[in-house]
C-alpha cells in the first residue's frame, strides 16, 4: 500500500481521519476499494483502535461504508449517489446563498476568486482549483448563520469533493474554462442582493454539475 503521511499526536482519531480521507481523496484509495485497518494502523504509526474511529469518522460523513464480512471500503460512485448527492447539495447551496446576503465577506469571496483565475493562468491542476472551489463554497455556508445548515454541508462535502475529482479525473475540460466566471457570477449576485438570483444560480450550478457527472458515469 501507498504510504501515507503519519499522524501526528494532537488527537489520533482525527488525525486518522484526515490522512485516510486525503489518500481517498488523492485517488490512493479508488472507489470501492478496501481500507484496512492493519495496514493504516503500520502505514499510520497508529493503534488500531485510532484507525477505527477514524474510519467511522469519514463513515459518517459517507467516504466509505462497513459491512458484516466485507471490512471497510470507500463508496462506490454510481448514478443513483451522485443523484441523491447533489440533490440535496442543490436545496443546500440555495438556501447557504439566500442566508449569506448582506453577512458574507464578499471582498474575501473576491480575493479568493481571483487567487483562482491567478492560479489557473499558471497552468495550476484542476484539483488545486476544485480545492479553491470547496474553500469558496465553505466560507458562503459559515457566513450563512445557520449551525444546522452549515452541519448539514458538511456531513456531504467530502462526498462532493470526492464526486467533483472523480468529474475532473474521467476528463471535463470545461471545468477549467468555467470555474473562475462561475464563482465571479456567485459574488455578484450575492453583491446585488437579490435573494431569489442567488438561489436559482446556486442551485442550477449543482444541477450543471450533475448533468456532466451523470453523463460521464453513464459512459
Known amino acids: ?120 493562468t499558471s497552468g495550476a491542476p484542476s484539483t488545486e482549483l476544485l480545492a479553491l472551489d470547496i474553500e469558496f463554497h465553505d466560507a458562503i455556508y459559515e457566513a450563512a448563520g445557520n449551525r444546522r445548515l452549515l452541519d448539514a454541508w458538511h456531513a456531504v462535502r467530502s462526498q462532493v469533493h470526492l464526486f467533483q475529482l472523480t468529474r475532473i479525473r474521467l476528463g471535463y475540460p470545461d471545468y477549467r474554462a468555467v470555474v473562475v466566471d462561475e464563482h465571479r457570477e456567485i459574488v455578484r449576485l450575492l453583491s446585488a442582493g437579490d435573494a431569489d438570483a442567488v438561489t436559482h444560480h446556486a442551485e442550477e450550478h449543482v444541477r450543471s454539475a450533475l448533468r456532466v457527472l451523470v453523463g460521464q458515469l453513464d459512459r
Open 1 to 120: 500500500m501507498q504510504a501515507l503521511r503519519k499522524a501526528d499526536r494532537r488527537g489520533l482519531a482525527d488525525e486518522a481521519a484526515d490522512r485516510i480521507r486525503e489518500a481517498i481523496l488523492a485517488g490512493v484509495f479508488p472507489p470501492g476499494s478496501p481500507v484496512r485497518e492493519v495496514e493504516l494502523a503500520a502505514s499510520l504509526d497508529v493503534s488500531r483502535g485510532s484507525v477505527r474511529e477514524g474510519l467511522a469518522v469519514l463513515e459518517r460523513e459517507g467516504l466509505v461504508r462497513s459491512a458484516w464480512h466485507r471490512g471497510t471500503r470507500v463508496i462506490d460512485l454510481t448514478v443513483q449517489d451522485a443523484e441523491e448527492v447533489y440533490s440535496v447539495r442543490a436545496a443546500l447551496e440555495g438556501l447557504a446563498g439566500r442566508s449569506a446576503i448582506g453577512r458574507v465577506d464578499l471582498d474575501a469571496l473576491g480575493r479568493l476568486v481571483d487567487v483562482m483565475a491567478r492560479r489557473l
